[in-house]
């Protein structure tokens, strides 16, 4: 349940942050810095789906804004969370639900206990950072991506992609307990 005042630094954040509402054809995957609110203390990561830019809040009315791909429509995490985990190369198996939803897709994942090994074929990308909600892995990450065609567009299975450069960058960044807002 979101609180009343996650609602409202959430809604705030949408009418000040560049890009919101913008046209698609507006959009720029770049990493830049950028103007927030300074209600958004540094630290912080701030994710707005619809517009399809991650923020990490790095100062003061500074952020670093990253264009991502994001989950399709009943698919995607949204809700406030801490990074729990934080993996190079990590592996990947999909979930059950996953498995269920696209039979085909997965079907070399199915009756088995296959885990796929990290590298570049892997769908999590060079880096994963593990979003966590009461200290339980919400199976939702911030990840990389083997597909950078998909930025900037709703396609995953709820998980927040960007560009295996800028996750690295990203990673980089972020330590361990960062709060992650995803509208």
């Not at 830049?32 to 609110?37: S, T």
């Amino acid at each position: 349940m979101i609180s009343r005042r996650l609602f409202l630094a959430t809604s705030a954040a949408a009418a000040a942050l560049p890009g919101v509402g913008a046209a698609k054809a507006d959009f720029d995957p770049t990493p830049q810095m950028v103007r927030i609110r300074k209600e958004f203390e540094p630290g912080q990561i701030l994710v707005l789906p619809r517009s399809y830019y991650l923020y990490y809040v790095t100062e003061p009315r500074k952020a670093m804004r990253y264009g991502v791909g994001v989950g399709r429509a009943g698919l995607e995490f949204t809700g406030q969370a801490v990074i729990g985990a934080k993996k190079e190369w990590p592996t990947w198996r999909p979930t059950q639900e996953m498995i269920e939803r696209s039979p085909r897709t997965y079907a070399r994942f199915a009756g088995n206990k296959y885990i796929q090994p990290g590298g570049p074929d892997n769908p999590l990308g060079a880096r994963a950072l593990y979003l966590f909600q009461n200290g339980v892995d919400t199976y939702y990450r911030i990840h990389g991506t083997n597909q950078p065609d998909t930025i900037g567009h709703s396609v995953s299975n709820g998980c927040i992609r960007l560009r295996n450069e800028h996750v690295e960058d990203l990673y980089d960044r972020v330590p361990l307990g960062t709060v992650v807002t995803v509208l």
